[in-house]
């Protein structure tokens, strides 16, 4: 899934010419730290909220920081994701050209994870990352069921480099042998969620696939 398939278009835009007053009041009103200044359907930057509360009310945006912190709408969900977690935002502005097109907020990739990653579900989930050569969903079944269990959630997507990122949710939280099996198979395991089982080996989730995608 592309950033373009999750653009808001329900957020305010800002002008260079309003007032430090009129950005916070919306930033309270929309529940968001950071809002786009747009001219003439132009990306000017993102203003954050910490730099607002140090002018005064009656100051203008154009004399507050602004970053050019954007995505383009063809990158990947998972890219947007670990943009959002490096630039520490809570909406991520999509533009192509110079042109603002819209914007992601947080809780719109939140959904995306837990819709279409299977992380809402009960039980544990593991991404894989896989060549598409070795791809094959009937080894990947065959692992897990070996292990009795089912992959109640299957999700896979492509990224920019040629590799498949698969997202496998399972009934169970006892995963163990199952990462062993794929280990044992050579199978790259990105990072596994929800598995008390095996919690003190690996970290934190979020962060853990986080690192992942930025040095990808």
Known sequence: MRAQKLLTF???????????SRAISLMDEYKVAHLPIVVEDQFQGLIKEEDLLEHEDTAVLAEVAT????VDP????????????????????VVFQGKYMGSIDRGA??????????????????ILEITSAKYSLAEISRLVEENSTQITSFNMTQ??????IVTIKLNTT????????????DYKILTFFNSPEVEDELRSK???????????
């Open 10 to 20: 329900d957020l305010p835009l800002l002008l260079p010419i309003d007032k430090v």
């Open 159 to 164: 990224k920019d480099s040629g590799a498949l």
């Open 109 to 126: 990739v939140m959904s995306f994870l837990t819709k279409e990653a299977g992380w809402g579900l009960e039980g544990s989930t593991v």
């Open 67 to 70: 970053y050019q912190i954007s």
């Open 206 to 216: 979020f962060d853990a696939f986080m690192r992942y995608l930025e040095t990808d």
């Open 174 to 185: 006892k995963i163990a042998a199952i990462l062993s099996s794929f280990e044992r198979f």
């Open 74 to 93: 063809n990158l990947h969900l998972y890219d947007v994701v670990a943009q959002m977690s490096r630039a520490d935002v809570d909406i991520l502005p």
